[in-house]
């Protein structure tokens, strides 16, 4: 079963809600657990990089810089560093706005190491192309984008019918992700014409490197990891292929079910249907 199969993936899903807050959110949707901590570190770090002192060792030690890229840590701790408010700005309202709601939806850590290997992705990309470009290795790269990139390009494959505001205009995610990436395709070619990269001043190679790595992590793990467990079944045993079968079709029929209660209320189902609901109530209990 593929996502297109899946529930979030059909009109009208909501996404889980994240909690609501008051006091000093202002009423707004309380991030989860790991979407919160990433904002405060975030934060954090941009203020220490107003001290001199803070900024020198940061900029030194936690941004990514080609010709130290053997230091695995740059690749994770640049991502929490800025090159000014609106870098930071932009960055913290895709990551609150879109990334509690992948939060929400897979859970906290797979939602961390997704972000921070999208982030990391973005960090080798542009690496890779100025050593392929024979660029500047002392340029600095930091920001969010990579990561930020990868929840805008995950939350358009999964929830393609929210809309967000992208320069005061209202629009589909996946229009929104559309622009983005071929922004980002767009100017990395301008760089490869031209020899060089960072124009500007802005890594689009690296943002690109975000989002393939979004695409790989939705669309080509899920696969590999099921090559896998296909390839280490033992010989002789087909009954588990069956069962595997049967569960596939379980799960599809219950997803039927749950889209007729979401269209027509669960007055519309019909004695088997609720039969079928509590049964597999019954069976998630029991694997718990």
């Not at 199969?5 to 009208?12: A, C, F, N, T």
């Not at 071929?182 to 989002?211: D, K, R």
Request: hydrophobic share 50%; proline share 5%.
């Amino acid at each position: 079963m593929s996502w297109r199969d899946r529930p979030y993936s059909q009109q009208g899903y909501n996404p889980p809600p994240p909690g609501r807050s008051g006091g000093f959110m202002g009423g707004m949707p309380r991030p989860g657990r790991v979407v919160g901590r990433l904002l405060i570190v975030n934060v954090v770090v941009f203020f220490l990089q107003v001290l001199p002192a803070f900024n020198t060792q940061l900029l030194t030690w936690c941004t990514v810089i080609p010709a130290y890229w053997w230091q695995p840590w740059r690749y994770i701790t640049f991502q929490f560093l800025h090159a000014g408010l609106f870098h930071i700005l932009f960055n913290m309202i895709g990551l609150y706005f879109l990334g509690m709601m992948l939060e929400a939806s897979w859970g906290a850590r797979r939602f961390l190491v997704f972000y921070l290997g999208c982030g990391a992705a973005a960090g080798v990309a542009h690496v890779v192309m100025v050593f392929a470009m024979g660029g500047d290795m002392e340029t600095v790269l930091l920001g969010a984008s990579g990561g930020v990139y990868g929840v805008v390009f995950a939350c358009a494959v999964l929830f393609p019918h929210i809309r967000v505001i992208v320069f005061l205009f209202p629009m589909p995610i996946r229009t929104a992700a559309a622009l983005f990436l071929g922004i980002a395709v767009f100017f990395t070619l301008q760089e490869i014409v031209g020899g060089g990269a960072m124009g500007g001043g802005v890594s689009h190679v690296a943002h690109l490197g975000g989002a393939i790595a979004a695409a790989v992590w939705i669309w080509v793990l899920p696969k590999l990891r099921m090559k896998l467990r296909f390839s280490n079944r033992p010989a002789g045993q087909g009954q588990w292929e069956k069962q595997l079968k049967r569960r596939q079709e379980q799960r599809e029929k219950i997803d039927r079910i749950l889209d007729k209660i979401r269209s027509e209320g669960i007055g519309s189902l019909s004695r088997g249907e609720k039969k079928t609901l509590q049964q597999a109530s019954e069976g998630m209990k029991n694997e718990k």
